[in-house]
């Protein structure tokens, strides 16, 4: 998926989550060497490791998220940010720890997708290096159904934005599509939409953890939370840690 078009709302979105910071923190003040993010966005949790000493680069493909974190970053601190995709990069320097927070792997649609972009993660690792990375749980909303989910932007100006999506599923291809419709109303009564599509490919734990093993990892740690709790049925997020071998 191009995220070019996406970075702002995204941006907007997604600014204040705070759920994972301080598990990826831990891990990689503990991994006591360089870390490599996948999937970084536009720098939630790169800038969030830097300010507290971690040296660390975030991998994106898109120009444009790349650029919104640079800008976010701006007179406060230098990130390392690099473009590039998780299946094909290729870095010269080997990391102790690699992270994909927030769904990275669910841009991977297809076995071979994954398995290459595994693979390519596990070459970066230093001997024993160690990977972390969470999943939500493939539990959706209704779907073919409009939705607005409690989202909604306010102006300077006066102005709003209201945040409406329709998700559809393909259980065949275990696909998520979500359609994001952006309705601004401006000062004055004026309207205009802007719309997004967003496609997730989600996974099963044991899915997972078999992906893991053929692209040359350790049998992973799961939990049902960033708190190191148990995966329950009742859990939202699947939070797998694992080492090179």
């Known amino acids: 998926m191009n995220y070019d078009d996406f970075a702002d709302l995204y941006d907007h979105q ?38 507290r ?10 120009a444009r998220m790349i650029a919104r974190a ?12 690099v473009q590039g995709n998780m299946q094909t990069f290729q870095l010269e320097q080997k990391f102790s720890l690699i992270i994909a927070p927030f769904n990275a792997l669910m841009h991977l649609y297809t076995p071979n997708e994954q398995l290459g ?29 409009v939705r607005h989910e409690g989202e909604t932007l306010h102006a300077p100006d006066g102005g709003r934005t209201d945040i409406f999506l329709v998700q559809r599923h393909d259980k065949l291809r275990q696909h998520i599509t979500t359609e994001y419709s952006v309705d601004t109303t401006h000062d004055g009564g004026r309207l205009t939409r802007q719309h997004y599509t ?13 992906l893991l ?31 090179a071998l």
Do not use: C, I
């Open 14 to 51: 997604y600014e204040l989550y705070r759920d994972d910071l301080h598990f990826y923190a831990g891990v990689a003040e503990r991994a006591a060497g360089p870390v490599l993010e996948v999937g970084a966005g536009t720098g939630r949790v790169t800038a969030y490791l830097a300010r």
């Open 53 to 62: 000493g971690v040296d660390v680069t975030g991998l994106e493909p898109s």
């Open 70 to 81: 640079q800008e976010r970053a701006a007179g406060r601190q230098a990130l390392k940010l």
């Open 117 to 145: 972009a595994l693979q390519n993660l596990h070459a970066h690792l230093e001997p024993g290096g160690q990977f972390a990375f969470d999943l939500y749980l493939p539990r959706f909303g209704k779907p073919n159904t």
């Open 198 to 210: 967003l496609t997730q490919r989600y996974y099963t734990r044991y899915e997972v953890e078999w």
């Open 213 to 243: 093993r053929f692209a040359g990892f350790e049998s992973p740690r799961v939990t049902g939370s960033f708190q190191g709790g148990p995966l329950e049925k009742g859990s939202e997020v699947m939070v797998f840690q694992t080492r």
